[in-house]
């Protein structure tokens, strides 16, 4: 059967399972957000200190059917007044990649549907233009868990990589703090909290890379320089230490992420500008960019290059179905559908990403 898809206004289910929420959401073509459901796996994983992959896919197998019609009751629509389905196909943990994929193959099956295998960073890259009129090029900082990328992007599909971390993702080093200081799981959440209590200038920690050549990140000494500061401070292995002194450093180890990614975006931003011939503007998108102090910091380096930052709502940077099915109704626009036989991919960089203008018409 032959569908007419609604114009250029395609309504698309969205699924997210590459890490540790299982997600899902239907999003309209002008920007709508009809549902947008995000079952967090916190609690399971808590007792870990970290995401434990077979807990994750087993977890994402056992709620995903539920909340996809959660979701679609939610928007009021049934599966045949979708257009597509779009689905997180990597980059991710596996497994949990896999019980999404195939729940959105199946889906896509039955009712005869466009299936989209949308690369989670896109996801993330695309955020900002849903429900805004924001147009392509752009620079974008994504910062998340697993990514710290400065790129170009210069349309759906199109992404240059301009810099990036050399070791740790900053999201890392947030959870990695925050472990340290025994402030708990999810750690970026909870450096924030407490360092919204501590004097950042109490600890002198290090901001590597600040003032080097071109535009990668590292983040590992910085970390290193956490462990070394808390061990001197006697905070290590005492949950219920000073906690004035856990909320010094850990506005310090805030205060310095600030330092670096705001002179990082500054350079990029003049780069961007010879480049592109105008001045941003900068998207900050990924779980990191739900921290406001960040976005502030961020806020304040756009100003100073004479651009501005244009920053998703904090619930649309963290993990969520709403930008994969958004991504979806990007690519669904152009054309780029994917099929039934498309494989999961645990990894999978933006640059490798299919351009619209090499990509096969619509099907
Ligand atoms: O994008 P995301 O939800 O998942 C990945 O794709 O990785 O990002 C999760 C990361 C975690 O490292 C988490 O600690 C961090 O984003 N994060 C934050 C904040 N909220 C989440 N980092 C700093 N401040 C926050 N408020
Ligand atoms: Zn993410």
Same mark, same amino acid.
């Given at each position: 059967m032959v569908r007419p898809m609604s114009a250029d206004q395609p309504n698309v289910l969205g699924i997210e399972t590459s890490c540790d929420e299982t997600a899902a959401a239907v999003v309209t073509g002008d920007g709508r957000i009809l549902a947008n459901l995000v079952l967090s796996q916190l609690d399971e994983h808590r007792p870990y200190g970290g995401v434990v992959p077979e807990i994750a896919a087993r977890s994402h197998l056992d709620h995903i059917d539920r909340l996809v019609e959660q979701a679609m009751a939610e928007s009021d629509l049934d599966f045949a007044a979708l257009d597509g389905v779009a689905v997180t196909? +990597? $980059?991710? /943990?596996i497994g949990g990649v896999f019980v999404g994929v195939m729940t959105a193959k199946a889906i896509a099956l039955a009712w005869d549907l466009p299936f989209l295998a949308v690369n989670h960073l896109e996801g993330h890259a695309l955020t900002a233009r849903l429900g805004s009129d924001l147009d392509f090029p752009y620079l974008l900082l994504l910062v998340s868990g697993g990514h710290c990328q400065l790129l170009a992007v210069e349309g759906v599909g199109r992404y240059r990589r301009l810099g990036g971390t050399i070791d740790d993702a900053v999201g890392e080093a947030f959870d990695k703090t925050a472990k340290l200081l025994g402030l708990g799981y999810p750690g970026g959440p909870a450096v924030e909290r407490a360092a919204a209590g501590g004097d950042p200038e109490a600890f002198a920690l290090p901001r590597p890379? /600040? +003032?080097? $050549? +071109?535009l990668d990140f590292s983040f590992s000494g910085l970390k290193t320089a956490v462990r070394h500061a808390a061990a001197g401070a006697g905070l290590l292995d005492k949950p219920d230490g000073d906690a004035a002194r856990r909320a010094d450093l850990a506005a310090a180890f805030q205060a310095a992420v600030g330092d670096i990614l705001a002179e990082r975006c500054g350079k990029a931003l003049d780069h961007f500008a010879r480049h592109y011939g105008r001045p941003g503007p900068l998207v900050v998108a990924g779980g990191v960019a739900a921290n406001a102090r960040l976005r502030q910091r961020l806020d304040a380096a756009a100003g100073a290059a004479g651009s501005r930052l244009i920053a998703p709502p904090p619930a649309l940077c963290t993990d969520n179905a709403a930008m994969i099915a958004w991504a979806g109704v990007e690519r669904l626009r152009l054309g780029l559908t994917d099929p039934l036989d498309f494989a999961a991919r645990p990894r999978w960089p933006l640059e490798d990403l299919q351009a619209p203008a090499a990509a096969a018409g619509p099907r």
């Amino acid at each position: 059967m032959v569908r007419p898809m609604s114009a250029d206004q395609p309504n698309v289910l969205g699924i997210e399972t590459s890490c540790d929420e299982t997600a899902a959401a239907v999003v309209t073509g002008d920007g709508r957000i009809l549902a947008n459901l995000v079952l967090s796996q916190l609690d399971e994983h808590r007792p870990y200190g970290g995401v434990v992959p077979e807990i994750a896919a087993r977890s994402h197998l056992d709620h995903i059917d539920r909340l996809v019609e959660q979701a679609m009751a939610e928007s009021d629509l049934d599966f045949a007044a979708l257009d597509g389905v779009a689905v997180t196909a +990597g $980059p991710g /943990l596996i497994g949990g990649v896999f019980v999404g994929v195939m729940t959105a193959k199946a889906i896509a099956l039955a009712w005869d549907l466009p299936f989209l295998a949308v690369n989670h960073l896109e996801g993330h890259a695309l955020t900002a233009r849903l429900g805004s009129d924001l147009d392509f090029p752009y620079l974008l900082l994504l910062v998340s868990g697993g990514h710290c990328q400065l790129l170009a992007v210069e349309g759906v599909g199109r992404y240059r990589r301009l810099g990036g971390t050399i070791d740790d993702a900053v999201g890392e080093a947030f959870d990695k703090t925050a472990k340290l200081l025994g402030l708990g799981y999810p750690g970026g959440p909870a450096v924030e909290r407490a360092a919204a209590g501590g004097d950042p200038e109490a600890f002198a920690l290090p901001r590597p890379m /600040l +003032g080097r $050549p +071109g535009l990668d990140f590292s983040f590992s000494g910085l970390k290193t320089a956490v462990r070394h500061a808390a061990a001197g401070a006697g905070l290590l292995d005492k949950p219920d230490g000073d906690a004035a002194r856990r909320a010094d450093l850990a506005a310090a180890f805030q205060a310095a992420v600030g330092d670096i990614l705001a002179e990082r975006c500054g350079k990029a931003l003049d780069h961007f500008a010879r480049h592109y011939g105008r001045p941003g503007p900068l998207v900050v998108a990924g779980g990191v960019a739900a921290n406001a102090r960040l976005r502030q910091r961020l806020d304040a380096a756009a100003g100073a290059a004479g651009s501005r930052l244009i920053a998703p709502p904090p619930a649309l940077c963290t993990d969520n179905a709403a930008m994969i099915a958004w991504a979806g109704v990007e690519r669904l626009r152009l054309g780029l559908t994917d099929p039934l036989d498309f494989a999961a991919r645990p990894r999978w960089p933006l640059e490798d990403l299919q351009a619209p203008a090499a990509a096969a018409g619509p099907r």
